[in-house]
């Protein structure tokens, strides 16, 4: 049984830093495509941020230069690492995994979700 556990989620002013951490069981992240999505409210999920299984990254433009993908292979543990952080990065932050290494951005092509962390950006 998969589970993936996303922590590290709060709150903070801008320009502050925060990292998600997104743990794994009964799913070896090294293997497949891992993404970070986020959803606002009254808004769609979006992809963040994705790394395949030979650790090549994507990032939206919007976060491109302030977000950094990571994982560690051999705790399971994906991360994203966040900085200068803004309102509009408000949202629930979503660890997701693929059941292929290839990558894309589009919520539809990722399996196992976990159950999200909150963001709040405060101005």
């Known amino acids: 049984q998969v589970h993936l556990v996303e922590s590290g989620g709060g709150s903070v002013q801008t320009g502050g830093s925060l990292r998600l951490s997104c743990a794994a069981s009964?799913?070896?992240?090294?293997?497949?495509?891992m993404g970070w999505f986020r959803q606002a409210p009254g808004k769609d999920r979006e992809g963040v941020a994705t790394?395949?299984?030979?650790?090549?990254?994507t990032f939206i433009d919007s976060v491109k230069g302030r977000f950094t993908i990571s994982k560690d292979n051999a705790k399971n543990i994906l991360y994203l690492q966040m900085n200068s952080l803004k309102p509009e990065d408000t949202a629930m932050y979503y660890c997701?995994?693929?059941?292929?290494?290839?990558?894309?951005?589009?919520?539809?092509?990722?399996?196992?979700w976990g159950r999200g962390t909150q963001v709040i950006v405060s101005s």
């Open positions: 009964g799913y070896t992240i090294s293997n497949s495509c």
């Open positions: 790394i395949n299984n030979i650790g090549t990254t």
């Open positions: 997701a995994a693929a059941t292929h290494f290839w990558c894309t951005g589009r919520p539809s092509d990722f399996f196992y």
